[in-house]
Nanobody, 122 residues
Framework: VQLQASGGGLVQPGGSLTLSCATS????????IGWFRQAPGKEREAVSC????????YYEDPVRGRFAISRDVAKSTLYLHMNNLKPEDTAVYYC????????????????WGQGTLVTVSS
């Protein structure tokens, strides 16, 4: 299962960044797919997921209203648009997929990409 995350970098507080996850059309349309993150010294946590049955989206409270998950099936890419970034958003961000389409958005999925580092600092 291909999951190649990119787009991380250094951004100032209040700034924006868009992460991309290159995968396959089959994965985007058939698997549960989402974004997770792991901050230094902390456990991996969910950020946002897509329910591929009905296209509904889920966001963890700390990012709701600031982040937006989307997918472009034609480009076989999953995105995470991040706005109004805060220092506490600093983490390695991972895209992940699970063959159970309605799998809960929790960091125990089967397939993981390599992660991309987002640093929010002035």
């Amino acid at each position: 299962v291909q999951l190649q995350a990119s787009g991380g970098g250094l951004v100032q507080p209040g700034g924006s960044l868009t992460l991309s996850c290159a995968t396959s059309k089959f994965i985007l349309e058939s698997y549960a797919i989402g974004w997770f993150r792991q901050a230094p010294g902390k456990e991996r946590e969910a950020v946002s997921c897509i329910n591929n049955r009905d296209g509904s989206t889920y966001y963890e409270d700390p990012v709701r209203g600031r982040f937006a998950i989307s997918r472009d099936v034609a480009k076989s890419t999953l995105y995470l648009h991040m706005n109004n970034l805060k220092p506490e958003d600093t983490a390695v961000y991972y895209c992940a997929a699970d063959p159970i389409p309605l799998r809960a958005c929790i960091p125990t999925w089967d397939f993981w990409g390599q992660g991309t580092l987002v640093t929010v600092s002035s």
